[in-house]
């Protein structure tokens, strides 16, 4: 399977079943370099399980995955080489402080000068203030913004983020959206999963909505607005939201046969 330049990651017909459950039926994405990718899908879409095989943690049925143009079944060490995983639940040490955590990842990667890398990823998430206390005492903002800031330990290319904010209040939700923009912004590919629409409009260069084992839409937050029917012109015009959008396409009825027929094609 080719890469082509500039794409941090390829996915091509990727089938994956547990017993009779057939959770992925033929997926297929790329993500451009330095971007931020959101699989978007209901709970139980099989985004978890698409980001495990990515992350060689579990290997396909069928088709084929590449990162950073290796090969995920094949090339898994290269892979891993390439990528970190924050999942779900912080991985993060309570009873260590916010630095020691960041220092031990760093001796984990035989790093050289690990107090200043520490110090550096505290800096880069705004942790700096809080850097010696004990993390049981830290919000779960800055627990989820110094499990990405672990997650980065050794600079790698890209970076998976499963469901970063799910179960975060409102303020610490904008923080760790604002880590996720400042990590593509120093050239981080992203991959988030999401089942929250407006975390992908908020964040995504490009949305897939992953629906039935299948993308189902795939494109920038204008095209998949295109996907609906021209807005209707009362008074103002209105903008349909990613939400009327996600609704539609998953749902069934006519605006699903619209939908299909101006699928978005992915990005050469
Ligand atoms: N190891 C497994 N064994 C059996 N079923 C699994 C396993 N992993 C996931 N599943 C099932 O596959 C489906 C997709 O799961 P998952 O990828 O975690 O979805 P999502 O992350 O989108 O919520 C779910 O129905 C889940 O119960
Ligand atoms: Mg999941």
């Given at each position: 399977m080719t890469t082509r330049p500039g794409e941090a990651i390829r996915v091509r017909g990727l089938e994956k079943s547990f017993g009779d459950l057939h959770?992925?039926?033929?997926t297929d994405f790329a993500v451009a370099r330095g971007s931020i990718f959101a699989l978007l899908g209901s709970n139980g879409a099989g985004k978890t399980t698409v980001v495990r095989i990515l992350s060689t943690l579990l290997r396909p049925d069928a088709g084929s995955a590449t990162v950073e143009g290796f090969d995920v079944v094949a090339r898994a060490a290269d892979v891993r080489e390439s990528i970190s995983l924050t999942g779900q639940f912080a991985a993060v040490d309570d009873v260590l402080t916010g630095r020691e955590n960041l220092v031990l990842v760093a001796r984990l990667r035989h790093l050289d000068d690990v107090g200043r890398v520490a110090d550096a990823l505290l800096a880069r998430f705004g942790l700096t203030d809080a850097a010696r206390r004990r993390v049981a005492t830290y919000s779960g903002g800055m627990r989820r913004r110094l499990d990405i800031a672990m997650s980065l330990v050794g600079d790698p290319p890209v970076i998976f983020l499963d469901e970063p904010t799910t179960g975060l209040d409102p303020q610490s939700r904008l923080e760790v959206w604002n880590s996720v923009r400042e990590l593509a912004r120093q050239g981080t590919t992203v991959l988030l999963t999401t089942q929250y629409l407006d975390e992908a409009e908020q964040l995504a260069d490009r949305i897939a909505i992953l629906h039935e084992g299948r993308i189902i839409a795939n494109g920038t937050l204008a095209d998949l607005r295109r996907l609906l029917p021209p807005a209707e012109v009362e008074h103002v015009e209105k903008q349909p939201t990613l939400e009327d959008v996600f609704l539609a396409v998953v749902g069934t009825g006519t605006a699903v046969a619209a939908a299909g027929r101006t699928r978005v094609e992915e990005p050469r």
């Open positions: 959770v992925l039926r033929g």
